[in-house]
């Protein structure tokens, strides 16, 4: 297609690019996007984090339809909306946030189906939906416009807008721990205040005037905030979680994993909270280890019982407020490698609550780490006596419902590999233990057979003779909060004193109960199942069990993930167990973004066309278009979730993967869009090269990645992230030309190449939100693998539909009416041909 056959759009003039303008717009949208998840989570709940994502593509997707099917919005001038744009950008994310923060809502009476509480509190929901999908919807109309009338410089602008994209990345895990999630929100609006204040600074009209004044209180108030944030209105959590702990906390602090809120309830322990929600506690310690008897009747000396001499070696992943710091040294261990994951905990106990904790992580042979428990287990040469995973992902063994909020978040810490890892670290008699609270275990013993049924796959990929000798589980009820299960596991199998030593600790343990141990019968029922059965009998139990608890592994990490989603459409209409929030919750949540996703789209992207359906006809292309746009969103959305998920343990952070991958993508994603401006003539012949670069890629990614990072891990991290960004490079690069190349199509098949070219970026922003939901379920599913083979496939179908309509002649189309009858008569119209805009 020759660049000639896109029509010049006087809107964009030669004298005003726009990239630093759509660099900054785009820097504030992903910055919005990233707090936005932090603060969602800490309101209602981890799974409410994908309704951000798919909200904010949504409604960056309804701006560029607002742009396709206005007259009168594409009538006002490219100054105009950047500058109004960005003042109204500002505005929506302050009253958004007010508007989100104080919200009460109870988001388990939603799924009582039928009561006045299930219709008020989807009524909330939907507005702080809402709330979201606006903050969103100025940001989509100012970059479809630059894009719609930029159309003959596209590269440079989506290259733009990705670089800004991939800056916010960058910066917002230090702004996420150094301002805050909100202050970071209200920072986003600053920015575009800022940005819509410097666009206007030289207009004369009355309306450009009173922007002016508008904008320049909203700019002051805003600042004000980011700088003082104790003025920022306190976030309501929801009524399903406990009374905002903020309230009386001693510490609070927003991390990059949790918000963090100490809470001083007991004269000898102080709880942690995460995320609202009670995680672990800090406990007093004078430093005189005889005074820790509590623990002689704990279900912590378990794993002390089961050893014949006190370790030498120990390792807890986990850490938070160091209770199993106390238990290690009260039962002698001599050397501690203790990890925690959240860097607010860590400085909790090694900083600010030092005192309190009996600086605990100062005590002889205590090593306090601040990391990911699997990346450091996997740069360790030494040889452990005790792996402690002590419930990791919620911080506290006993609180089932914490650990309920991760039910669709990636469990590395639980996979078959982390497993065999943790066994190759250990001593010829060193043992694995984890502990899990259950919710009610002679029901439903969920995580104790999901983890037996992984470590006896671990234990048999290690070629094991009979994993049944190494293996024992203990149940410890408890009246205040759920029942807890000890999971004991050890390379080579247990000796007949070691079981001896593990029941007498059991019975020390006032009612806990022994449930599996080695040539012995002590109880029936799913966990001795998974322990016993073999061959068809294991299949056909795990067949027949109401929920998900075979083995998991690396390619689709979901611990916490136990009903298929089947089972979840099948019973959609059934009210849940509110005591129970992995029982499906999660991934109801799931398809309630689809629902939500499915209504704002057939509002905002779809309806409006029906009212322009005549004229809309005469575009040429649509069908091909559409699909070639909407392959694009899905397989841009496979790519960057697996690649992220792939990355997780080479980084060491889940936070590090997450803005590293995003950067890097993003950013050579644009170099990619910048470089395709040299083949645009030739996309139909290029593209077919650039999926087999693809392919190889994949190939790479899926049976190369793994031996690399694993030779690498040893490294430091500025190493793996250089590393990282090499790997991903080649991506990017490829990735990056696609849409360039489809903009540049559709804006020469139509002499309203403004609307065609926003159209476009509608359905690639609506799809995108599908293949963000559709990552997760295909990956709970199926696995990562198969995503990322999708991924290249959707690729595949875009290099062939690419060819359809990609260097088709130029179709006049009638001008398209306007649905919308915006009242813009006081905006200053575009201007005519070679004035400035």
């Given at each position: 297609?020759?660049?000639?056959?896109?029509?010049?759009?006087?809107?964009?003039?030669?004298?005003?690019?726009?990239?630093?303008?759509?660099?900054?717009?785009?820097?504030?949208?992903?910055?919005?996007?990233?707090?936005?998840?932090?603060?969602?989570?800490?309101?209602?709940?981890?799974?409410?984090?994908?309704?951000?994502?798919?909200?904010?593509?949504?409604g960056?997707?309804?701006?560029?339809?607002?742009?396709?099917?206005?007259?009168?919005?594409?009538?006002?001038?490219?100054?105009?909306?950047?500058?109004?744009?960005?003042?109204?950008?500002?505005?929506?994310?302050?009253?958004?946030?007010?508007?989100?923060?104080?919200?009460?809502?109870?988001?388990?009476?939603?799924?009582?189906y039928?009561?006045?509480?299930?219709?008020?509190?989807?009524?909330?929901?939907g507005?702080?939906?809402?709330?979201?999908?606006?903050?969103?919807?100025?940001?989509?109309?100012?970059?479809?416009?630059?894009?719609?009338?930029?159309?003959?410089?596209?590269?440079?602008?989506?290259?733009?807008?990705?670089?800004?994209?991939?800056?916010?990345?960058?910066?917002?895990?230090?702004?996420?721990?150094?301002?805050?999630?909100?202050?970071?929100?209200?920072?986003?609006?600053?920015?575009?205040?800022?940005?819509?204040?410097?666009?206007?600074?030289?207009?004369?009209?009355?309306?450009?005037?009173?922007?002016?004044?508008?904008?320049?209180?909203?700019?002051?108030?805003l600042?004000?905030?980011?700088?003082?944030?104790?003025?920022?209105?306190?976030?309501?959590?929801?009524?399903?979680?406990?009374?905002?702990?903020g309230?009386?906390?001693?510490?609070?602090?927003?991390?990059?994993?949790?918000?963090?809120?100490?809470e001083?309830?007991?004269?000898?322990?102080?709880?942690?909270?995460?995320?609202?929600?009670?995680?672990?506690?800090?406990?007093?310690?004078?430093?005189?280890?005889?005074?820790?008897?509590?623990?002689?009747?704990?279900?912590?000396?378990?794993?002390?019982?089961?050893?014949?001499?006190?370790?030498?070696?120990?390792?807890?992943?986990?850490?938070?407020?160091?209770?199993?710091?106390?238990?290690?040294?009260?039962?002698?261990?001599?050397?501690?490698?203790?990890?925690?994951?959240?860097?607010?905990?860590?400085?909790?106990?090694?900083?600010?609550?030092?005192?309190?904790?009996?600086?605990?992580?100062?005590?002889?042979?205590?090593?306090?780490?601040?990391?990911?428990g699997?990346?450091?287990?996997?740069?360790?040469?030494?040889?452990?006596?005790l792996?402690?995973?002590?419930?990791?992902?919620?911080?506290a063994?006993?609180?089932?419902?914490?650990?309920?909020?991760f039910?669709?978040?990636?469990s590395?810490?639980?996979?078959?590999?982390?497993?065999?890892?943790?066994?190759?670290?250990?001593?010829?008699?060193?043992?694995?233990?984890?502990?899990?609270?259950?919710?009610?275990?002679?029901?439903?013993?969920?995580?104790?057979?999901?983890?037996?049924?992984?470590?006896?796959?671990?234990?048999?990929?290690?070629?094991?003779?009979?994993?049944?000798?190494?293996?024992?589980?203990?149940?410890?009820?408890?009246?205040?909060?759920?029942?807890?299960?000890?999971?004991?596991?050890?390379?080579?199998?247990?000796?007949?004193?070691?079981?001896?030593?593990?029941?007498?600790?059991?019975?020390?343990?006032?009612?806990?109960?022994?449930?599996?141990?080695?040539?012995?019968?002590?109880?029936?029922?799913?966990?001795?199942?998974?322990?016993?059965?073999?061959?068809?009998?294991?299949?056909?139990?795990?067949?027949?069990?109401?929920?998900?608890?075979?083995?998991?592994?690396?390619?689709?990490?979901?611990?916490?993930?136990?009903?298929?989603?089947?089972?979840?459409?099948?019973?959609?209409?059934?009210?849940?167990?509110?005591?129970?929030?992995?029982?499906?919750?999660?991934?109801?949540?799931?398809?309630?973004?689809?629902?939500?996703?499915?209504?704002?789209?057939?509002?905002?992207?779809?309806?409006?066309?029906?009212?322009?359906?005549?004229?809309?006809?005469?575009?040429?292309?649509?069908?091909?278009?559409?699909?070639?746009?909407?392959?694009?969103?899905?397989?841009?959305m496979?790519?960057?979730?697996?690649?992220?998920?792939?990355?997780?343990?080479f980084?060491?952070?889940?936070?590090?993967?997450?803005?590293?991958?995003?950067?890097?993508?993003?950013?050579?994603?644009?170099?990619?869009a910048?470089?395709?401006?040299?083949?645009?003539?030739?996309?139909?012949?290029?593209?077919?090269?650039?999926?087999?670069?693809?392919?190889?890629?994949?190939?790479?990614?899926?049976?190369?990645?793994?031996?690399?990072?694993?030779?690498?891990?040893?490294?430091?991290?500025?190493?793996?992230?250089?590393?990282?960004?090499?790997?991903?490079?080649?991506?990017?690069?490829?990735?990056?030309?696609?849409?360039?190349?489809?903009?540049?199509?559709?804006?020469?098949?139509?002499?309203?190449?403004?609307?065609?070219?926003?159209?476009?970026?509608?359905?690639?922003?609506?799809?995108?939100?599908?293949?963000?939901?559709?990552?997760t379920?295909?990956?709970?599913?199926?696995?990562?693998?198969?995503?990322?083979?999708?991924?290249?496939?959707?690729?595949?179908?875009?290099?062939?539909?690419?060819?359809?309509?990609?260097?088709?002649?130029?179709?006049?189309?009638?001008?398209?009416?306007d649905?919308?009858e915006?009242?813009?008569?006081?905006?200053?119209?575009?201007?005519?041909?070679?004035?400035?805009?």
């Amino acid at each position: 297609m020759s660049k000639r056959a896109i029509r010049p759009r006087s809107t964009a003039t030669a004298n005003r690019t726009w990239y630093f303008e759509i660099f900054v717009v785009s820097f504030a949208a992903l910055l919005l996007e990233i707090s936005y998840t932090r603060v969602i989570s800490f309101k209602l709940y981890y799974y409410y984090t994908y309704l951000v994502i798919g909200l904010a593509l949504l409604g960056i997707g309804s701006g560029a339809v607002f742009v396709a099917v206005s007259a009168r919005l594409r009538a006002v001038s490219t100054k105009m909306i950047m500058g109004v744009g960005s003042l109204l950008a500002a505005a929506s994310v302050l009253l958004g946030f007010v508007v989100i923060a104080a919200l009460p809502i109870h988001t388990a009476l939603i799924w009582e189906y039928g009561t006045a509480a299930s219709y008020k509190n989807v009524a909330v929901l939907g507005l702080l939906c809402f709330m979201l999908f606006a903050t969103f919807l100025s940001i989509g109309v100012m970059i479809s416009t630059l894009f719609g009338r930029g159309a003959e410089r596209i590269d440079r602008l989506y290259f733009a807008d990705l670089i800004g994209a991939g800056l916010a990345c960058v910066v917002a895990v230090f702004l996420q721990s150094s301002l805050g999630p909100p202050a970071s929100i209200l920072l986003a609006g600053l920015i575009l205040a800022v940005t819509g204040l410097w666009i206007v600074r030289d207009e004369s009209t009355a309306e450009s005037t009173a922007a002016r004044a508008l904008g320049g209180i909203l700019a002051v108030g805003l600042a004000v905030l980011v700088a003082a944030p104790g003025l920022i209105p306190d976030i309501r959590t929801e009524d399903g979680k406990p009374e905002n702990p903020g309230d009386l906390a001693l510490e609070s602090g927003w991390g990059p994993v949790f918000r963090v809120d100490v809470e001083d309830t007991e004269p000898a322990v102080r709880l942690i909270y995460h995320d609202g929600l009670i995680g672990s506690g800090i406990y007093r310690f004078d430093g005189d280890l005889g005074a820790l008897t509590r623990f002689d009747d704990n279900f912590r000396r378990m794993p002390f019982d089961v050893l014949e001499a006190e370790p030498r070696n120990e390792l807890i992943i986990g850490a938070a407020g160091g209770h199993e710091i106390l238990a290690s040294l009260y039962f002698g261990a001599e050397s501690i490698d203790a990890v925690e994951l959240n860097p607010v905990t860590h400085k909790i106990v090694t900083d600010t609550m030092a005192d309190y904790s009996g600086n605990l992580a100062d005590q002889p042979g205590v090593s306090y780490v601040l990391g990911d428990g699997r990346s450091f287990l996997a740069r360790q040469d030494k040889r452990y006596d005790l792996i402690w995973f002590v419930a990791p992902d919620s911080y506290a063994a006993n609180n089932a419902a914490s650990s309920g909020a991760f039910v669709l978040s990636e469990s590395y810490l639980y996979t078959e590999e982390m497993i065999l890892d943790a066994l190759e670290h250990l001593s010829d008699d060193g043992i694995v233990v984890a502990q899990f609270g259950e919710f009610v275990f002679d029901e439903k013993p969920n995580r104790t057979a999901r983890y037996a049924a992984t470590a006896r796959s671990a234990l048999e990929e290690l070629g094991v003779d009979d994993h049944r000798d190494h293996l024992m589980v203990a149940t410890t009820p408890s009246e205040a909060v759920a029942p807890l299960s000890t999971i004991i596991v050890k390379r080579t199998p247990f000796t007949a004193d070691e079981v001896d030593r593990f029941l007498a600790s059991v019975a020390t343990v006032p009612s806990s109960v022994p449930q599996a141990a080695p040539n012995r019968v002590l109880a029936a029922g799913p966990v001795n199942q998974v322990i016993d059965l073999d061959g068809a009998e294991l299949a056909a139990f795990y067949d027949s069990y109401p929920y998900e608890v075979s083995a998991i592994t690396d390619d689709s990490p979901f611990f916490w993930h136990f009903t298929g989603f089947g089972d979840v459409l099948s019973n959609i209409f059934d009210p849940i167990d509110r005591r129970d929030p992995e029982d499906s919750v999660g991934e109801r949540v799931l398809l309630l973004l689809l629902g939500f996703s499915a209504i704002f789209a057939a509002v905002f992207l779809l309806l409006p066309f029906v009212a322009i359906r005549e004229a809309w006809r005469e575009l040429p292309a649509k069908r091909s278009s559409a699909l070639y746009f909407a392959t694009l969103g899905l397989g841009f959305m496979f790519f960057e979730i697996t690649m992220i998920q792939k990355l997780t343990l080479f980084l060491g952070f889940p936070t590090y993967s997450l803005t590293v991958t995003l950067a890097a993508i993003l950013i050579f994603t644009g170099i990619g869009a910048l470089l395709s401006g040299r083949f645009t003539d030739r996309s139909r012949s290029v593209t077919p090269a650039l999926w087999l670069i693809l392919a190889l890629l994949t190939g790479f990614y899926q049976w190369g990645l793994t031996p690399l990072t694993e030779a690498l891990l040893p490294q430091p991290l500025a190493v793996r992230i250089a590393v990282s960004f090499l790997v991903l490079a080649p991506l990017g690069l490829i990735l990056g030309a696609f849409m360039p190349f489809g903009l540049h199509a559709v804006a020469g098949l139509s002499s309203r190449s403004d609307e065609y070219v926003a159209w476009a970026w509608a359905i690639n922003g609506f799809f995108s939100v599908i293949g963000s939901v559709l990552t997760t379920i295909l990956s709970m599913t199926f696995g990562f693998r198969t995503v990322l083979f999708a991924g290249l496939t959707m690729y595949a179908f875009a290099v062939v539909i690419l060819r359809a309509f990609a260097g088709q002649p130029v179709a006049e189309t009638p001008a398209l009416p306007d649905p919308l009858e915006l009242d813009l008569d006081g905006l200053k119209p575009a201007p005519t041909a070679g004035s400035p805009a």
